[in-house]
Structure formats: structure tokens, C-alpha cells
């Protein structure tokens, strides 16, 4: 990944997987065709395709025809949002609900959707859980949509998909899932989700596609975030790239073989980094522990500014302070905000992803280096007195 | 009472030693036995806001009593800064100035600039000066050398002596270490090259890129606020700043390609890559400079856009004969000011003082035999 560092950034990018790697390289061999053309060669790429998108759907419990491939989940999550805009007008549902530690293209998408559109933002609790209590209070026969991820990005918390589904379904709303952290990492229960996003790179597959899944119903309501040769039920014009397609498919089938053993190996590399960095004083989770992605850690460091402590460290191990889609801006992250964090702790934080290929010696070699860096940046901590 | 490196003693830390012996070094320096008064180059890039902020730590440290030495902050603006770090610089300089007083520190805060005859508009579009290239760079000693060496001449008549702080590192480029190395003479203060009676102390030689950004970002400026700005920037425009300027040998990054913050006229780098990262960042308002810039440097080759003759009236041959073309022509100059009036009305911000405008006017009528169409033109 990046040369000689220890790469712990899992939930930024999980590196390529070497099958996955050849899957691609071979596709691009064979199937370097245009999909939807009607040659020998067009109709033998578009049967690949079709498998992959089969196998994508399947991780996720949906119908192959449910796939809409996309470049990631950026995008499935604003086609998931505007292109249900129309519709929800129509039948004067406009009100959006989303929690306030969505991704910010849940965030940003909600809210260009449209004047007449109110967003609603519901809270969650400081474990990070959305507040169902809350939520049930805010969702109304006006509710058209609500999007909750089934995983948080930052602090890696996983939702009650199947509460929020009993809250949100009978009210008549439509419910979406952003499922870019979770997919292939845990097991799911989707049967009562109408839309998920997903994207390959965040379960070892190639950067630059991803899918919306959604079930017929809503799908036939939807329209097109863009248009032309009317390509992915039409709801998403574009030739296909289908060696990517192809190997998202080959990612997918090896996170549904691997989840049942990776889940209690990286649950145990996670909670024994957890441990060794929590001796040090001054170290708090942020998030609950116990429902959370098996490789997330997220934590408040007292008295070390978390930007200051992933450049200390970068040569040695790469970790980050949160979303890399907001690297740009060293605002505290509006998560660790929304779970009552001040200030000055949000900055304090770290996000460290672990995966497939972290070892129990990247364990060790991670504790030291972090504990270390933690010790030296205390020791340079400047204020100024009265 | 201030501050200082939380258990730094216990530490086998590096950089928290390293630390603590500038501050230390400071301290010593500071409480020589004299009155010769210390100024801070101040560029607003993160080199010279680490050293403002030990020059705070250190003298807070002391008893006010003993905070006898006037400390000089000082900053050049060019009148054409980046208009991104030319805000940020501008905030910092308030915060500082705002501090002073409340915190009981003998400093002063100070913003040089051109003369007023001697702004880059006035020579690019007044006199017709080609824009600025390696062979002739015309801009950095009028805009940032003198402006500055004015500031620090005024201070050693006064003190009779001035010590200037640079923040300059050893391991900021092969140009820099170079520099350095040229002009060490193994004691703490080195004479300045070329101003009399100016001592350079230069406290934070020693540290490293990654050191700078990791005790911004882990320390409180004493002044308010948060290193994270400029930290954001750095990170938008992805580079080094061109510091503040004394001497040519103080700035070889001035003008050349690791130079990022610097004018955003600047036609002596190839491409200004830290506009172009800010307007990716979504800064809208750096495009149409950027397009402005790449334009000023296209005109300086168009051989229809200037003149047969120098200034002086002569002709300048080199090598075979090939004639070097003078200045702008009067069209040319003209086209200038009326794309960068059109620029300014598309920016938040003035471009061209009205002031710098009066004086184009005055060097056209000058220049020019027909001095009312020149300046009617305007």
C-alpha cells in the first residue's frame, strides 16, 4: 500500500486483493468489450457482467436486477437521494430525514435535493446509536426518505437496521441504507432496506465503482440522476466498465466466503490494539464497543492534537483523524461533534481501520509506535498561562 | 508565569528537546546585556509563525520586568500577495497586534509595503517592464528586499544595531541549506550580507519539515485562535511559502518552483501550482487570477506587444544581432490595465489601488508624445 508503512486506514481504502487484482487484470484481457453491444465479443462481457452483478446483489440480499452499478458510493448514495426526489414530490412526501453522523454525501445530496424538501437531521445518542426514541418522533406520513448508514464511517458504530426499519416502514417512507463501511464485513439483515449503497474499494475490490441496490418498487418510481443510452434500468446512462464490474463481483464473493473468519480474527486484533493503547492515560473510545465494525477504533487522545499525532507517525504506520473525503478541511469532524465531543477532543481524535491483512506483529508494532508518538507529542505541549 | 515543554526534562524525546533548548537559546539571546531590538521577518507560512510563537513563549516566560527588549514583528506585503495567504496573514497580524497589550509584551506589529511609485503595477503597466522572468526578475529587490530593508535600516539608526530572526531551516530545500552553510560562522548571530549593523539570528535552523508542522499543530498560538489554518492551507496548496525578504541569498525560493504562496502575479515561476491547488480546493475566486497570471507571462514572448527600444531610448543587441525588445507598448500596457480592471470585477477583492492607477497615468503622459490619448484611454 504505501511503501513501508503499516497501513491501518482500512476504512478509508482496504487494499486490493491479490485474487481481486488478478480477476481485474484478466478482465481487462478478456472482456474489453463495450457491454451493451450487440457482438459476439459485446454479449460474452455483458454475461460477465451480469454475474458480477449477481454476486454483488447477492452479498447484500438483493435481486441481480436491483444492481445498479455506479462509480462508488458517493454516487449510489445522490442517486439514491435525488433521483427519489420527483416522486416523493408527487405525492407531497418531502420531508428527508437523515442522522447527523451520515457521510457528507448523504449530508450534501439531502441537501441540494430541493427548496421544497425539508431535511431533517435525527440525533444520535453519544454512544453513536441513532436515538430511536427520537427518530420515531420525527418520522411522519410527511417522511418520504430516511437515510441512515448501516456502519459509521468514523467511529465505526453500526446501526439497528432492523429497528429503524420498523420505525421508518410502517410510516409509508422509503428507507436507505449507505452500506460503504459495513458490506462484506458483517452479516445483515436488509429484507425490510429499500436501498443500499455500496462501493468495491472498501471490501478489497478496485477503486471507481460501486452499486445502488434497490427493490423493484422503488425502483420503477425513481428517475435518472443522468441520462442518455438509458444503460442500468435506466436510471444511470453510461457504458459500463466492465472489468471493474467484473471484479467488484470477484470482491464481493471473497468477502461472503471470508466474513465468518475474518470477523473473529480482526474483532481480536482490534480489541488487543484497543487495550494496549487504552493503558496509556488519558485514552477514551468514541462510539459503543459492542456494536461496532470488528475493525474500527476510534479515540480521544487528551493533550495530543490527533492531526499532529497521524503526522508524527505517518512513516511508520498510517492512521488518520477521520474522513479522508474531508481531508481538505481540518474542521473537527461533524461525527464526533454530533456525539457530544467538544471541540478541542474532536480534534484530539484518531480513526485506526483494521482488515484482512493486519497481522497480530502490525498489533504490536502499532501500540509501540502510537504509545510512543503519544508520549513525545505530550511532551511538547505548549500553553500558555495566566 | 507562561509555559513551557510539559515534562520535557523526562523525555528522550528529540523534538521536545530540541525544543526546549531554542527557547532556551532565546532566552539567552534576549537577555544579553544590551538594548539592540529584535525583528522578527514574519511571512505568515508556518516557518515564522513557529518562531513568533517561542519568541511569545519565551518572553512570557519572563518576568515582565525583565521584558526589556523591543521585538519587532514584520511583514512585507507586496501589494499583489496570494490573496489566500494575504487574508490569513492579515487575521494573524490582528490576533498578534491585539495580544501585545493584554499579554505585557514589548512588541511591535508592522506591515511594510512598496513605494508607491514602485508596486509591480506601476513598473509592469506604467513603465512597461516585461513581466518578471529568471533573466529579468525586476520585481523581488523593489517589492519585498527594499520595502523590508527600509523597516530594518530605520531600526539599527535608531538602536544602533538590530538583530534579525529569520525562520528559515537548513532542511528546506538543497537552495536553503546552501545558503546556510555560506554564511554560518559558527556563533549564534551571523552579520547580515549586506545591511550594516544587522546581526541574523536564525533560532529554528535545526528543525525539520514534519517538527514544524508537529508542534503547530500541538501547540496553542499565545495569540488565540489555531495553528489548523494554516495548516489548511498548506494542506489546499500543498507547499512552501516564499518568506520574508531581506537579501536575494535569504530567498532562493522567491520566484523559483518550490516558491507557492508567494505573488500571484509571479511570472517567474513556469505554473503557479499552489493557485491552481487552491481553486481544485474550491477557492473560486484564485481562477481568474490564475488565467490572468499565465496570461501576463504568454505577453512577455509576444514581440508585437513590445517595444523596439529600451526606456533609455537605445537599441539592445545581443549575440548575432538579435534585437531584446524593450518595454510594453503603450496598447499593450493599456490592455493590461483595462483585463486586470475586468479581473478585479470579478474578485471580492481590489486588485490595483487607485493611488498606483494616478501614477500609471502620470508615467504614460510622461513616456508617451501624445499624452492625452494615453491617459484618455484609461
Not at chain 2, 144 to 172: C, F, H, M, N, W
Not at chain 2, 187 to 195: C, D, F, G, V
Request: glycine letters at 8%.
Amino acid at each position: 500500500m504505501s511503501g513501508l508503512s503499516l497501513y491501518l486506514d482500512y476504512h478509508a481504502h482496504a487494499p486490493l486483493d491479490p485474487t481481486v487484482h488478478a480477476a481485474i487484470c484478466s478482465a481487462y484481457r478478456d472482456f474489453d468489450y463495450n457491454a451493451h453491444s450487440a457482438s459476439v465479443a459485446g454479449e460474452r462481457t455483458r454475461a460477465a457482467v451480469e454475474a458480477a452483478r449477481e454476486i454483488v446483489g447477492k452479498l447484500v440480499g438483493f435481486q441481480p436486477t436491483d444492481v445498479i452499478f455506479t462509480s462508488g458510493a458517493t454516487e449510489a448514495n445522490n442517486l439514491a437521494i435525488k433521483g427519489l426526489a420527483s416522486r416523493l414530490r408527487e405525492v407531497g412526501r418531502t420531508q428527508i430525514i437523515v442522522s447527523s453522523i451520515e457521510h457528507l454525501s448523504v449530508l450534501m445530496a439531502a441537501e441540494h435535493v430541493g427548496e421544497e424538501f425539508s431535511v431533517i437531521v435525527a440525533p444520535v445518542l453519544q454512544n453513536g446509536l441513532v436515538d430511536l426514541d427520537r427518530l420515531r418522533e420525527l418520522v411522519t406520513e410527511k417522511t418520504g426518505l430516511v437515510s441512515i448508514a448501516g456502519a459509521n464511517h468514523e467511529i465505526g458504530v453500526v446501526q439497528p437496521i432492523v429497528d429503524i426499519a420498523a420505525i421508518v416502514k410502517p410510516a409509508g417512507a422509503i428507507f436507505h441504507c449507505d452500506l460503504a463501511q459495513i458490506a462484506g464485513k458483517l452479516p445483515l439483515d436488509l429484507s425490510s432496506v429499500d436501498m443500499v449503497s455500496v462501493t468495491a474499494h472498501k471490501l478489497h475490490g478496485p477503486i471507481g465503482v460501486g452499486a445502488l441496490c434497490v427493490r423493484r418498487k422503488v425502483r420503477r418510481v425513481m428517475t435518472a440522476a443522468q441520462h442518455g443510452g438509458g444503460q442500468e434500468a435506466g436510471l444511470r446512462a453510461g457504458t459500463l466498465p466492465a472489468p471493474l464490474c467484473i471484479a467488484f463481483g470477484k470482491a464481493c464473493e471473497i468477502a461472503a466466503e471470508l466474513m465468518d473468519a475474518e470477523i473473529p480474527r480482526v474483532t481480536q486484533l482490534r480489541d488487543e490494539l484497543l487495550a494496549k493503547l487504552q493503558t496509556l492515560p488519558g485514552v477514551t473510545l468514541n462510539g459503543d464497543l459492542n456494536h461496532r465494525l470488528p475493525g474500527n477504533i476510534n479515540l480521544c487522545i487528551q493533550g495530543v492534537d490527533g492531526e499532529a499525532l497521524v503526522m508524527r507517525i505517518k512513516d511508520r504506520v498510517v492512521i488518520s483523524t477521520g474522513s479522508a473525503c474531508s481531508a481538505h478541511s481540518l474542521e473537527p469532524s461533524h461525527v464526533l461533534l454530533a456525539i457530544g465531543l467538544n471541540r478541542t477532543a474532536a480534534e484530539s481524535a484518531i480513526r485506526i481501520g483494521i482488515g484482512r491483512y493486519t497481522t497480530q506483529k502490525d498489533i504490536d508494532v502499532a501500540a509501540t509506535v502510537i504509545g510512543q508518538a503519544i508520549r513525545d507529542l505530550r511532551n511538547i505541549s505548549m500553553r500558555l498561562r495566566a | 508565569m507562561s509555559v513551557l515543554l510539559e515534562q520535557a526534562g523526562a523525555s528522550s524525546d528529540g523534538l521536545a528537546g530540541k525544543l526546549r533548548e531554542i527557547v532556551n537559546d532565546l532566552r539567552d539571546e534576549y537577555r544579553q546585556p544590551h538594548a539592540v531590538p529584535w525583528i522578527i521577518g514574519f511571512s505568515g507560512g508556518k516557518d515564522s509563525t513557529l518562531l513568533a510563537q517561542l519568541v511569545f513563549e519565551m518572553l512570557l516566560d519572563l518576568p515582565p520586568r525583565e521584558r526589556r527588549r523591543t521585538v519587532h514583528i514584520v511583514a512585507n506585503d507586496t501589494l499583489v500577495e496570494s490573496p489566500v495567504l494575504g487574508r490569513h496573514l492579515d487575521a494573524v497580524l490582528e490576533k498578534i497586534s491585539a495580544a501585545v497589550k493584554p499579554l505585557r509584551l514589548p512588541m511591535i506589529v508592522a506591515k511594510t509595503t512598496p513605494e508607491a511609485d514602485q508596486t509591480f503595477w506601476v513598473n509592469l503597466i506604467g513603465r512597461g517592464y516585461p513581466s518578471p522572468s529568471r533573466i529579468f526578475r525586476w520585481c523581488t529587490d523593489r517589492m519585498k528586499i527594499q520595502p523590508t530593508t527600509q523597516y530594518i535600516t530605520d531600526q539599527v539608526s535608531a538602536a544602533g544595531q538590530a538583530i534579525l530572526l529569520l525562520g528559515v531551516r537548513r532542511s528546506e530545500s538543497v537552495q536553503r541549506r546552501r545558503s546556510v552553510e555560506r554564511y554560518e560562522n559558527g556563533e549564534r548571530l551571523n552579520p547580515h550580507t549586506t545591511l550594516a549593523g544587522c546581526m541574523v539570528y536564525k533560532p529554528i535552523v535545526e528543525l525539520d519539515t514534519d517538527e514544524v508542522w508537529q508542534t503547530l499543530l500541538q501547540v496553542v498560538p499565545p495569540w488565540g485562535g489555531t495553528h489548523r489554518d494554516i495548516v489548511t492551507l498548506y494542506r489546499n496548496a500543498g507547499g512552501a511559502e516564499c518568506p520574508l525578504v531581506t537579501d536575494k541569498s535569504e530567498a532562493p525560493s522567491c520566484g523559483s518552483n518550490s516558491s507557492r504562496f508567494g505573488c500571484w502575479t509571479c511570472t517567474v515561476v513556469e505554473k503557479d501550482k499552489s493557485a491552481a491547488a487552491f481553486a481544485e480546493a474550491g477557492y473560486e475566486d484564485i481562477e481568474p487570477l490564475l488565467e490572468f497570471r499565465d496570461w501576463l507571462k504568454e505577453i512577455r514572448e509576444r514581440g508585437d506587444m513590445r517595444m523596439s527600444k529600451r526606456r533609455n531610448g537605445s537599441l539592445n543587441f545581443v549575440g548575432e544581432g538579435r534585437l531584446i525588445p524593450g518595454p510594453f507598448t503603450l496598447e499593450a500596457r493599456q490592455e493590461i490595465l483595462a483585463r486586470l480592471q475586468q479581473i478585479q470585477s470579478e474578485v471580492s477583492y481590489p486588485l490595483i489601488r487607485e493611488e498606483e492607477i494616478e501614477i500609471i497615468k502620470q508615467i504614460w503622459a510622461k513616456d508617451f508624445s501624445d499624452p492625452v490619448k494615453a491617459v484618455a484611454n484609461v
